[in-house]
Nanobody, 119 residues
Framework: QVQLVESGGGLVQPGGSLTLTCAASRSTSSMYGMAWYRQPPGQQRELVASITSGGSPKYADSVKGRFTISRDNAKNTVYLQMDSLKAEDTAAYYC?????????????WGQGTQVTVSS
């Protein structure tokens, strides 16, 4: 199994920026990719962005043009740069390993990192 630790969340004003980090306990480059999910308060978890092992990104329409996902395979780390943050981006953010485009590795979610966008 791979242990994932999310960090970088915090309180930010609307229009601000944050960079989230997901550190893996071992290399995930042999897997299909990595993904960031988020769960707003009282809502279901949703896919925010994903990146393949080759570096091809995909984004949810709600964050396209504002968020950037990237990875550093040498550091076993995935990042989520979040710009022009909105109140509706407030959520707990989680990262997961993608075995395939539709299958996640394992069943459990980590502790995540909380992002709160508020003035």
């Amino acid at each position: 199994q791979v242990q994932l630790v999310e960090s970088g969340g915090g309180l930010v004003q609307p229009g601000g920026s944050l960079t989230l980090t997901c550190a893996a306990s071992r290399s995930t480059s042999s897997m299909y990719g990595m993904a960031w999910y988020r769960q707003p308060p009282g809502q279901q978890r949703e896919l925010v962005a994903s990146i393949t092992s080759g570096g091809s990104p995909k984004y949810a329409d709600s964050v396209k043009g504002r968020f950037t996902i990237s990875r550093d395979n040498a550091k076993n780390t995935v990042y989520l740069q979040m710009d022009s943050l909105k109140a509706e981006d407030t959520a707990a953010y989680y990262c997961r390993v993608m075995v395939t485009q539709t299958l996640l590795l394992g069943d459990s979610w980590g502790q995540g990192t909380q992002v709160t966008v508020s003035s």
